[in-house]
């Protein structure tokens, strides 16, 4: 418990984090808009998270909601969420033996406020869970490297490492995606003390027993992810490649993920005080490993070190998507890139305590101006997000509230009841060219990352559908393909629409179904 209690300069630093991050998605907040799974999980059911093999993310949103059916309490899981991933900086600072409170709340900032944790933070009901898991990982890496520094005894050892392996199994079954955290963090510890110490050997000890508490982990969770039923996405998504293909599969999702980050990025200025992160990064690891004063000044140790540093490097910015990239088909969400959010966040670490020890007038400072400018860059695209999501809300919300009206005026004028009618959405990828208000493509323009965030509900069936009942459409669903022609797998109609409007038609199949098709 001792390890766990946070010093008054440190609940300080919390607070600082937290204020700093809940104001900058304050856009968000005040949106006030569901998010994918939310809208089926709220509207459609009580579906929990156990087909994605993730337990206790079904029983702590179980017992936050107090019980079924799930209701919509944002912002509370958000800031709960952001208030347990900023306790998780607060460790990690103490991993890094990080002691200027600007820095350390500028790093808290800089990773909470990731691009690639907004969607994280745009879900109700996952937020929760998903931060749960971050802490979860941060806590097992604390741990395990707590234990392997200041414990001796072989009861303390084993009951230290223990604990680690149970906390990213509990990793696992709130969000598997977060075992990045660890295996990043981990890779950034070895890669700091190599730098400081040029001990390779003892570097490669540490790696075989941090590698070892992650494989055992995951192969603990098996069996218990085995107990459940995965859907069909799932499973999709968690297809393995065979042996002989490994390699390459690894190789072509590294590959993807960095060509997926950099268009994300776009060319705003956010990504060139990136590019110049790793080339900080870059620039110590050289400097301490070859020119760097040390007990040990033989060449052949500093050029083993030199290669080993370069090894972990190289694997760190290969993570951006661990540990997905070792799946035949991964699902590159932008929630799944907890691996690039851990990268940024601990090389702000490696820098800061590698650099202190630096004799160089005002340097600090200069950190501290680098930092606030990654830290203001992405408190932009935050409020921006927050406030795209609300003006593509309005949109959409404006387009199912005219089709509501329509369904009603056509059920009157064909004598069809509603509750003996029936919907379906066709040909729906066509929402993707309807141009959207200036605003929100203007923000897409500097920032693509939202592009994938604000999600076009209409563009697809099921969340379209789903959405459309918030407005007040109860009519029973049909699935798309019933009206697909036998040769093509589009909706032709054959007979004119009932009704044409600029952004959609409606036509009436079997005398009981609106199709509903959108024009380009």
Known sequence: MKLLILT??????????????????????????????????????????????????????????LGKPFTDISPLPQVLGIAFFSIGIIYLARIFEIRNQVLLVLIGVITILNPYNLSMYAFVLDSLTMNLAILSGILSLYLAIYTRENLKITYHLVIGYSLSILLLIVVLCFYQTSLSFYFVGFIFYLLTKLCQTKDYQKSIINCLIFGNILLSSMILYIPIKNQYKLDEYTLKSSQLPTFNNLPQTIINNILSSWNLTKFHLGTSTIIWLLYLLGFFVIFTIIFKCLFDKTKDTLLKNKLISFALAIFYYLI?????????????????????????????????????????????????????????????????????????????????????????????????????????????????????????????????????????????????????????????????????????????????????????????????????????????
């Open 8 to 65: 008054k300069q440190e609940i300080k630093a919390f607070l600082w984090i937290l204020g700093i991050s809940l104001f900058s998605l304050i856009s968000l907040f005040q949106a006030n808009t569901l998010y994918l799974d939310d809208y089926w999980r709220l509207v459609d059911g009580n579906m929990g998270w156990d087909f994605n093999a993730r337990p206790l993310a079904t029983i702590i949103i179980t017992l936050l909601q």
């Open 316 to 520: 760190i910015i290969t993570s951006f998507i661990f540990p997905s990239y070792i799946l035949l088909n991964p699902p590159l969400h932008t929630r799944i890139f907890l691996g690039f959010t851990a990268i940024v966040c601990f090389s702000c670490f490696f820098l800061v305590q590698l650099l202190s020890n630096f004799n160089i007038k005002y340097f600090n400072l200069l950190l501290i101006f680098y930092f606030s400018l990654i830290a203001l860059s992405f408190i932009n695209i935050s409020l921006t997000f927050g406030n795209v999501t609300h003006q593509q809300n309005l949109y959409e919300e404006r387009i199912g509230m005219s089709i509501l009206r329509d369904i009603e005026n056509l059920s009157n004028d064909y004598s069809l009841p509603l509750d003996k009618a029936k919907i379906s959405f066709v040909n729906s990828e066509k929402v993707f060219t309807l141009k959207p208000n200036n605003l929100v493509q203007k923000s897409l323009e500097k920032y693509p990352i939202i592009q994938p965030l604000a999600y076009q509900y209409l563009s697809s069936d099921n969340f379209g559908i789903t959405k459309l009942k918030t407005f007040g459409i109860e009519i029973e669903s049909l699935p798309k393909e019933d009206f697909y022609s036998d040769d093509k797998d589009y909706y032709q109609p054959l007979k004119p629409p009932v009704l044409k409007r600029q952004l959609y038609n409606i036509y009436l199949e079997n005398n009981n179904v609106f199709v509903i098709t959108f024009n380009e």
